[in-house]
C-alpha cells in the first residue's frame, strides 16, 4: 500500500490520560498533516509539519517526525472524553502525492 | 462562518442511475478536492481542482468525473454507479496545493440499492 501506516488501529485510554499514535510512511515526504474525523463527520486539520522540522506543538497536542525513519507520532496530553475519534496521518511526498494513512481510532473513557 | 457545505448529507440511488454530489465553499480557496471513504478506511483522493486546473488521480475509475463551474463549486459526478461505489465523498479545500491544511465538509454518504 501507498497509505501510511498508523499504530495501533484502535487505542482505549481513560480521560487524563496521555494518548500516543504513530504513522510510518513509505517514501521521502515534504510534509506531514494529522487529521481528527469524528464518526460521520468530515475531517479536521491539526498540525502540519515540515520535513526539516523534529518537534511541533499545539493546545495539547505535541507532533514528532523522524525523517531517518519515516515515521511520526501524535501525543494528545491529559485526554478529554470529546478527543474520542479517528486520527489520520497525512503525507505529501516528494513525487507529487497525497495520501491518507489507514488511521487510529481512540475511545477515551469519562 | 466560512466553511465547505455538502449537499446532500445522505444520498440513495438506484445501482447504474447517474448521480451528482455537490460541494460549495465559502473560503475563496484555489483548490478543491474530492475523497472517498469506505468505512474504517482512510479517505482516498479522487481528484483535484488547482483552480480550473483539473488533476485526476491515476486509479480514480473512469465512471468518476468531475466539474467546477466557478471558485465556489465542485460537483462529482457518478455516471453509473456500482455497488462497490457506496462509501462516504468528502470534499475539501485548501489555499493552495500542497503544505496547507485542507478544510474538510461533513460529506455525502452514498447508498446504492
Known amino acids: 500500500s501507498q497509505q501510511g501506516e498508523e499504530d495501533p488501529q484502535a487505542l482505549s485510554i481513560q480521560e487524563g490520560e496521555n494518548a500516543t499514535m504513530n504513522c510510518s510512511y513509505k517514501?521521502?515526504?515534504?510534509?506531514l498533516q494529522w487529521y481528527r474525523q469524528n464518526s460521520g463527520r468530515g475531517l479536521v486539520h491539526l498540525i502540519l509539519?515540515?520535513?526539516?522540522?523534529r518537534e511541533k506543538h499545539s493546545g495539547r497536542l505535541r507532533v514528532t517526525l523522524d525523517t531517518s525513519k519515516k515515521s511520526s507520532s501524535l501525543l494528545i496530553t491529559a485526554s478529554r472524553a470529546a478527543d474520542t475519534a479517528s486520527y489520520f496521518c497525512?503525507?505529501?511526498?516528494?513525487?507529487?502525492?497525497?495520501?491518507f494513512g489507514t488511521g487510529t481510532s481512540l475511545t477515551v473513557i469519562p | 462562518d466560512a466553511m465547505v457545505i455538502q449537499n446532500p448529507r445522505y444520498q440513495v440511488t438506484q445501482f447504474g442511475k447517474p448521480v451528482t454530489l455537490s460541494c460549495s465553499q465559502t473560503?475563496?480557496?484555489?483548490?478543491m478536492y474530492w475523497y472517498q471513504q469506505k468505512s474504517s478506511q482512510a479517505p482516498k483522493l479522487l481528484f483535484h481542482?488547482?483552480?480550473?486546473?483539473?488533476?485526476n488521480e491515476a486509479d480514480t475509475p473512469d465512471n468518476f468525473q468531475s466539474r467546477r463551474p466557478n471558485t465556489s463549486f465542485c460537483f462529482l459526478d457518478i455516471r453509473s454507479p456500482g455497488l462497490g461505489d457506496a462509501a462516504m465523498y468528502l470534499c475539501?479545500?485548501?489555499?493552495?496545493?500542497?503544505?496547507?491544511?485542507?478544510?474538510f465538509g461533513d460529506g455525502t454518504r452514498l447508498s446504492i440499492l
Open positions: 475539501a479545500t485548501s489555499r493552495d496545493y500542497r503544505a496547507e491544511p485542507q478544510h
Open positions: 517514501t521521502s515526504i515534504n510534509n
Open positions: 509539519i515540515r520535513s526539516n522540522e
Open positions: 497525512a503525507t505529501d511526498n516528494t513525487g507529487n502525492q497525497f495520501y
Open positions: 473560503l475563496n480557496h484555489n483548490v
Open positions: 481542482y488547482y483552480d480550473k486546473d483539473f488533476n
